[in-house]
């Protein structure tokens, strides 16, 4: 992995496939920042609701449809390359990322998982969590690696479930810690490197 040199400033890029509401809360709290900014927003969908934070925020944004993975994969990389991108940021991306992108950006890639990895990896967490009567549930946020939702552990924000929630209402708790744990993550991941 390519060591981030000195206190340049650091570009990052946010995927994402959906609500984009990490993504809002990301520009948020970035805006300003003299060392972070987030300067590309990548989508594999068209409709992605989140992209509207992008062009309200006049941040360059693009939509890369995959119909061949390595296709799409190797315009995003240029995407990447041309916007001098040093962090890639995943805020509710629906595609694997394969090992040939992840060893071809040689830099961090940070993912935010809505559950207390290394429990409950994949898809429809909050609705596992809840048909296994699980006490606790929360997000974790992790090191990108060609292995879904099993990279390194950066941290994990862990709240009691209570007897009322269902999928929806854990989900949207969740969500809530997601804000305000990802950003104080990338920042702190940031001045670490
Ligand atoms: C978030 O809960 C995020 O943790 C999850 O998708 C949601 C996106 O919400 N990510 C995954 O499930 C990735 N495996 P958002 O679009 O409103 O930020």
Not at 178 to 187: A, D, P, Q
Request: contains cysteine; glycine residues 6%.
């Amino acid at each position: 992995m390519v060591k981030l040199v000195g206190k340049k400033k650091i570009f990052v890029a946010v995927f994402i496939s959906g609500n984009g509401s990490n993504l809002k809360s990301l520009i948020k709290n970035f805006k300003n920042n003299p060392k972070i900014k987030i300067s590309l927003v990548i989508s594999n969908n068209f409709k992605a609701y989140g992209l509207i934070y992008a062009k309200k925020n006049k941040i360059n944004y693009k939509v890369v449809k995959y119909k061949n993975k390595r296709n799409a994969e190797n315009i995003i990389l240029k995407l990447l390359k041309k916007n001098n991108i040093g962090i890639i940021c995943l805020a509710g991306y629906m595609k694997i990322l394969s090992k040939y992108f992840i060893v071809k950006f040689n830099k961090p890639i940070l993912n935010i998982h809505p559950s207390l990895l290394p429990k409950y990896k994949g898809l429809n967490t909050h609705y596992r969590v809840i048909k296994n009567k699980e006490i606790f549930s929360g997000c974790t946020i992790h090191l990108v690696t060609p292995s879904l939702d099993s990279g390194k552990i950066i941290a994990q924000k862990k709240i009691r479930i209570k007897k009322k929630d269902n999928h929806h209402t854990l989900g949207k708790r969740i969500l809530k810690i997601e804000h305000s744990l990802y950003w104080k993550t990338i920042k702190k991941f940031v001045s670490s490197l």
